[in-house]
Nanobody, 123 residues
Framework: QLQLVESGGDLVQPGGSLRLSCAASGLSLDSFAIAWFRQAPGMEREGISCLSSRGDSINYLDSVKGRFTISRANAKNTVQLQMNSLRLEDTAVYYC????????????????WGQGTQVTVSS
């Protein structure tokens, strides 16, 4: 069974950067698509970006294009989300999720989830 653990969340000032990591155990990520989602208080969970098992990346959120980058480190069975130029509105709990092979936008299509990591952008 695949288990995911996020890390890297922190308090950061606007304009700052963070790198989130999603570490997998139990199974290799080679055959999984990994996505990052986030959920702010009182808001619905939204998809940020996804990396398919083939390495194709898809961005779902226009507001983070050019600022957030998803990448995979297979040797470490880890997927990262590099976040630059952070804004107040990026404050949320960030989750990684996995499903076999292909990316989709719908959170309900992902069967494995991490516990989330808090990102707070504040001056």
């Amino acid at each position: 069974q695949l288990q995911l653990v996020e890390s890297g969340g922190d308090l950061v000032q606007p304009g700052g950067s963070l790198r989130l990591s999603c570490a997998a155990s139990g199974l290799s990520l080679d055959s999984f698509a990994i996505a990052w989602f986030r959920q702010a208080p009182g808001m619905e969970r939204e998809g940020i970006s996804c990396l398919s098992s083939r390495g194709d990346s898809i961005n779902y959120l226009d507001s983070v294009k050019g600022r957030f980058t998803i990448s995979r480190a297979n040797a470490k069975n880890t997927v990262q989300l590099q976040m630059n130029s952070l804004r107040l509105e990026d404050t949320a709990v960030y989750y990684c999720a996995a499903r076999r092979w292909f990316c989709t936008r719908r959170s309900a299509d992902f069967s494995s989830w991490g516990q989330g990591t808090q990102v707070t952008v504040s001056s």
